[in-house]
């Protein structure tokens, strides 16, 4: 079973318009980060949230945290055409010497 | 900006072949670490490395996989003997801690075997 899952796995929205993606996890955590993938290209450190943290912003992305119910969500507002992206959680587990990745959610920005 | 750089951009090697991935962690960076990505499919852990050993592996890091720092720049993944299935982007990552902070990665070096 996935550490990670985030849905939807497509999101296709207009321009101006605001984006939530979510995130699921099965174990606890030590934090939560958000990476951004263009096609074909590298990952991108978008924002991390530690594991006693709620909510946190940067620019015109809101990620919020609940380790209750172990899951997370991204938004981006006031969406550009340059979003166009997958967008990935990655989880650190407690103790692992590793990042966990979920499948991603493609989001396509339309004019 | 200081950066994770990976060479070559893109591989073609023959299936039965070595090949050495490169990559150039951010320098103040101890924790460095290998991902790979199936076109299309979600990104997968292959090892972590600390202190010029292997501290974590996944289930993927079998035999033909090795990873080495040469030297205090250079991190490198080596597959022995490629398979068609080890096509894929490669990732390099490094980070400062070990928890609790943001990995950076490379741009990735795609590996086709043909």
């Known amino acids: 079973s996935q550490q990670g899952e985030e849905d939807p796995q497509a999101l296709s929205i207009q321009e101006g318009e605001n984006a939530t993606m979510n995130c699921s996890y099965k174990?606890?955590?030590?934090?939560l980060q958000w990476y951004r993938q263009n096609s074909g290209r590298g990952l991108v450190h978008l924002i991390l949230i530690r594991s006693n943290e709620r909510e946190k912003h940067s620019g015109r992305l809101r990620v919020t945290l609940d380790t209750s119910k172990k899951s997370s969500s991204l938004l981006i507002t006031a969406s550009r055409a340059a979003d166009t992206a997958s967008y990935f959680c990655a989880t650190d587990p407690n103790r692992d010497d590793k990042i966990i990745f979920g499948k991603g959610t493609r989001l396509h920005i339309l004019p | 900006e200081p950066e994770v750089t990976q060479t070559p951009s893109h591989q073609v090697t023959q299936m039965g072949q070595e090949v050495i991935l490169r990559c150039v962690p951010i320098?103040?960076?101890?924790?460095f670490y290998w991902y790979r990505q199936i076109l299309g499919q979600k990104v997968e852990f292959l090892v972590s490395f600390y202190n010029n050993e292997i501290s974590e592996k996944s289930e993927i890091f079998d035999d033909q996989f090795s990873v080495e720092r040469p030297d205090g720049s250079n991190f490198t993944l080596k597959i022995r003997s490629t398979k068609l299935e080890d096509s894929a982007m490669y990732f390099c990552?490094?980070?400062?801690?070990?928890?609790?902070?943001?990995?950076?990665f490379g741009q990735g070096t795609r590996l086709t075997v043909v």
């Open positions: 320098s103040n960076h101890l924790y």
């Open positions: 990552a490094s980070s400062t801690l070990q928890w609790n902070t943001e990995a950076f």
């Open positions: 174990t606890s955590i030590n934090n």
